[in-house]
């Protein structure tokens, strides 16, 4: 069962260029993932949860937090993702509204039997203060995130692909396996990866990737018709830095609610 979004790693690089030099925006990697199903017309799915990220250089904790998606029709659906972030990364803490999501999916060519589905998903991205705050390197407030995700289904599971590009300079992709074969309990597992795209001699200079890996391991499982609970964890894989995650934990409530419609 899908949650929504999964923001797999979030926050800025908090570096200066050489003493005098010109200030530059520099993001740190960041990846998503989401299916190309769509909302039923009429329905919103709201989920809340709580999500801890622990990195070498401190951690994130984000609570309360809440992603909706609702259908608008049979090719359209809009989402959207927010939450209160507490931050503290290098002795420096923040508090605050953290990173919005507001997103439109258009399925662009719908399942067939030999086909995968193919959606497309804009979205636009407004920092919170939790990832710019004291950072002179902070990219802009206001970004735009441009994916297109793939999808072939069978009876017992589904396996989704998602890549796109953030202009504040990331190109992301990920891979998702969920299994369908069981009434209540949905696993999935997820693999992702971004690199970033600009500054990349400065980010050398400060020993920080390029690129990061992770891997996301969770379940779903339904208590009642619309209602379910979630939980996953994860961490990056491969060269640590600053930014790479030690481990995280997400786990929340999903449950659906009649806009309009028949019920």
Do not use: H
Request: with cysteine; glycine share 10%.
């Amino acid at each position: 069962m899908r949650t929504g979004i999964v923001i797999l790693l979030s926050g800025c690089m908090g570096l200066w260029a050489q003493e005098g030099a010109e200030r530059r925006r520099v993001s740190s990697p960041i990846a998503f993932y989401d299916d190309a199903d769509l909302s039923t017309p009429g329905m919103a799915n709201i989920s809340e949860y709580f999500s801890y990220t622990k990195v070498p250089a401190g951690r994130d904790v984000s609570f309360p937090c809440t992603y909706f998606s609702l259908g608008v029709n049979k090719r359209v659906s809009v989402s959207g993702g927010l939450g209160y972030a507490r931050s503290m990364f290098e002795g420096t803490s923040v508090n605050g509204l953290g990173d919005t999501y507001l997103g439109v999916k258009v399925l662009v060519s719908p399942e067939g039997r030999r086909r995968p589905a193919l959606a497309l998903k804009p979205m636009l991205e407004i920092l919170g203060e939790p990832s710019i705050a004291d950072n002179p390197l902070a990219p802009d407030r206001v970004n735009y995130v441009l994916p297109l995700i793939l999808q072939k289904s069978s009876d017992y599971y589904r396996v989704y692909y998602m890549a796109g590009y953030a202009t504040r300079g990331i190109i992301f992709n990920s891979l998702a396996f969920e299994w369908n074969g069981w009434s209540r309990l949905t696993p999935i597992v997820i693999v992702s990866g971004s690199r970033l795209t600009r500054e990349l001699a400065l980010i050398s200079e400060f020993g920080l990737n390029r690129s990061r890996s992770d891997v996301v391991a969770g379940a779903a499982v339904a208590l009642r018709p619309g209602w379910s609970v979630f939980a996953n964890t994860g961490r990056s894989f491969g060269r640590i830095d600053l930014n790479s995650s030690r481990y995280q934990i997400t786990f929340g409530l999903s449950f659906n609610l009649r806009l309009w419609g028949e019920k």
